[in-house]
């Protein structure tokens, strides 16, 4: 097992955007959501879905000669800020979808530069992560505009508040909080990540082979994408797989770790290979790149039972 000696080493080369250079390597802590939440919890006895070889298969079909997953890094990862009290407070409706959002914003965030302006912020003293969607900020008017948002409270279940279990006021994203959608650096200069990760697939199915739009806990799932797979399901490093003789860095050992103790729920499409992407506004040299995993290949994978809770 990596020390956490060595982990931090490898990501202290760099200084990060939202972390000094000298910062010290922080306690492995839990981002979001109570305990026993469907997102911190380990996948466990989950079985295996009996559609896991297509599935499989659908990974190398079309990964555009990419044999593992690739992780996603600069301008098409995503930026995820932490927010204090005292940053500005903006009350944001957006035009599109989700909720009407009230949240502090710090005064260095940017989203991401595509035409998707993704933006997501863990706010803590308002007790909610929020995802903005085609974000702007309009610098005249001292404001926010939003095409969509996401919201959910981090004391809460994270489960969409129209799921069984689900809390009211989590909402957006169809059923995925902002939280969860990168990797984050101080989580994996701890040593550990204690919960799911999303995943991006090439082409997601539109419903689950039962006929449902999305496995739980997702509420739905994205139309005409022309895949196999369905949103919801989860996909994990199988437990016989000796991490160890895969010759990882201990940055990409973290992440390895986490998808394979809690695995990565299939969320969105990416429109090119699959990847998991991690948080854009950190500087992620001589730590992680694009193929970190690479020796991890599709063969080491499997999808968990869909819908499975535990």
Do not use: C
């Amino acid at each position: 097992m990596a020390s956490l000696g060595a982990v931090s080493a490898a990501l202290l080369l760099s200084a990060s955007a939202v972390e000094p250079a000298h910062a010290s390597p922080q306690p492995a802590a839990k981002l979001a959501f109570r305990a026993g939440s469907w997102w911190n919890t380990p996948i466990g006895s989950a079985g295996v879905d009996p559609h896991s070889r297509a599935y499989i298969k659908d990974s190398q079909r079309r990964a555009h000669t990419q044999p593992y997953l690739k992780l996603v890094l600069g301008r098409w990862g995503s930026p995820t800020y932490t927010a204090r009290g005292s940053d500005r407070r903006y009350h944001i409706h957006p035009t599109a979808y989700g909720p009407t959002v009230t949240v502090h914003i710090p005064a260095h965030a940017n989203p991401r530069a595509t035409s998707d302006a993704q933006l997501s912020v863990l706010d803590r003293s308002s007790n909610q992560s929020v995802g903005l969607w085609r974000a702007v900020y309009h610098a005249r008017t001292h404001r926010w505009t939003a095409a969509g948002t996401d919201r959910y409270y981090l004391s809460s279940s994270g489960i969409q508040h129209s799921l069984p279990g689900g809390h009211r006021g989590n909402d957006g994203h169809r059923g995925i909080p902002s939280t969860y959608r990168a990797v984050h650096k101080r989580e994996v200069m701890s040593g550990a990540i204690h919960h799911r990760l999303e995943l991006f697939w090439w082409a997601t199915a539109g419903h689950t082979p039962a006929g449902r739009r999305a496995y739980f806990p997702m509420s739905g799932s994205e139309q005409h994408k022309g895949g196999v797979v369905p949103e919801g399901i989860v996909l994990r490093i199988k437990p016989s797989v000796n991490l160890r003789a895969k010759h990882l860095s201990p940055a990409a050992l973290v992440i390895a770790r986490a998808l394979k103790r809690y695995g990565g729920i299939i969320g969105d499409n990416s429109g090119s290979g699959n990847n998991l992407k991690l948080q854009s506004n950190a500087n992620w040299t001589h730590s992680l790149r694009r193929n970190s995993l690479r020796s991890i290949h599709w063969r080491d994978y499997e999808f968990v039972r869909g819908g499975a809770r535990r």
